[in-house]
């Protein structure tokens, strides 16, 4: 299986057309069917590394103030326990408990509603432990390698640049220097292979503080940049920066050709 690191943006990305979301309906049609999902968000940030392990994931509705049309989505895929187990056995000697609460947070179900709208393949969630750095979430992503070759889509979602306080409401809002800069040296750091430069993206300085000013957006692409290998080749099924400061940048890693 490919992998992939998508760029979530606002939770409406659910409920509209727009150019990522449509780039997000098309890799339906280029990819393999999995055998089951893993998702790795943003959103799900913990302290140790846990794993979802319910039948039943719940469609969790971690937002506020949106419309209600967005509370009523609901995204009732089946979970993957025995999948649980194995990524498991995967990460040892890492300890990763086993969650029996967590379903699926936006940053996964408003991505899935559009490329797998029948919300039949089984889906987990692999949380983000924010006490450990940047080489730890890489590294974990290499464990998890293997998990392609057992037909898993290992999906990280996020946003590469991801800075709340000066976003700007409104459409076609400029970005400014710093966001395109640093959307622009992950994209190229990506494409040349260089993951050094992704893991010690504070070294980028100024448009790195304010691109990253909290780590959970970005460590998702760690995740996918780790589980990926020679011979994958690197596209860019959408890109953009919206609302001033929010990257919509999507990485995919594939070994061979879509199909």
Same mark, same amino acid.
């Given at each position: 299986?490919?992998?992939? $690191?998508?760029?979530?943006?606002?939770? #409406?990305?659910? &409920?509209?057309?727009?150019?990522?979301?449509?780039?997000?309906?098309? &890799?339906?049609e280029?990819?393999?069917?999995?055998?089951a999902?893993?998702?790795?968000?943003?959103? @799900?940030?913990?302290?140790?590394?846990?794993?979802?392990?319910?039948?039943?994931?719940?469609?969790l509705?971690?937002?506020?103030g $949106?419309p209600?049309?967005?509370?009523?989505?609901e995204y009732?895929?089946?979970?993957?326990?025995? /999948?649980? *187990?194995?990524?498991?056995?995967?990460?040892?000697?890492?300890?990763?408990?086993?969650?029996?609460d967590? *379903?699926?947070?936006?940053?996964?179900?408003? +991505?899935?509603?559009?490329m797998?709208?029948?919300?039949?393949?089984?889906?987990?969630?692999?949380s983000?432990?924010?006490?450990?750095? !940047?080489?730890?979430?890489?590294e974990? *992503?290499?464990q998890?390698?293997? /998990?392609?070759?057992?037909?898993?889509?290992?999906?990280?979602?996020?946003?590469v640049?991801?800075?709340?306080?000066? #976003?700007?409401?409104?459409?076609?809002i !400029?970005?400014?220097a @710093?966001?395109?800069? $640093?959307?622009?040296?992950?994209?190229?750091a990506l494409a040349r292979?260089?993951?050094?430069? /992704? +893991?010690?993206?504070?070294?980028a300085?100024?448009?790195?503080?304010?691109?990253?000013?909290t780590?959970e957006? $970005?460590?998702? &692409?760690?995740?996918?940049?780790?589980?990926?290998s020679?011979?994958?080749?690197?596209?860019?099924?959408?890109?953009?920066?919206?609302?001033?400061?929010?990257? #919509?940048l999507?990485? #995919?890693?594939?070994?061979?050709?879509?199909?």
């Amino acid at each position: 299986m490919p992998t992939l $690191f998508i760029g979530h943006g606002s939770p #409406m990305n659910a &409920l509209e057309d727009n150019p990522h979301t449509r780039a997000w309906r098309k &890799l339906r049609e280029q990819l393999p069917k999995p055998r089951a999902i893993l998702a790795i968000s943003a959103h @799900w940030f913990s302290r140790g590394t846990q794993i979802a392990v319910t039948d039943r994931p719940a469609t969790l509705h971690d937002f506020h103030g $949106f419309p209600p049309a967005l509370y009523e989505c609901e995204y009732p895929a089946p979970g993957a326990p025995e /999948l649980a *187990g194995e990524i498991r056995e995967l990460l040892q000697p890492l300890k990763v408990g086993m969650d029996e609460d967590w *379903g699926l947070d936006h940053g996964t179900w408003s +991505i899935l509603m559009h490329m797998y709208p029948q919300a039949e393949i089984p889906t987990l969630q692999l949380s983000i432990d924010a006490t450990k750095p !940047a080489e730890f979430h890489y590294e974990l *992503g290499r464990q998890l390698r293997p /998990l392609r070759d057992r037909g898993v889509l290992i999906l990280a979602s996020g946003n590469v640049v991801h800075n709340l306080a000066q #976003m700007t409401w409104g459409e076609r809002i !400029a970005a400014p220097a @710093w966001a395109d800069n $640093f959307n622009t040296l992950v994209k190229d750091a990506l494409a040349r292979g260089d993951h050094q430069s /992704l +893991i010690h993206y504070p070294l980028a300085g100024h448009d790195a503080r304010l691109a990253v000013p909290t780590p959970e957006h $970005f460590l998702p &692409l760690l995740y996918v940049a780790g589980a990926s290998s020679e011979e994958d080749t690197v596209t860019f099924p959408t890109d953009g920066i919206e609302l001033g400061t929010i990257s #919509m940048l999507s990485v #995919m890693f594939n070994r061979r050709a879509a199909v």
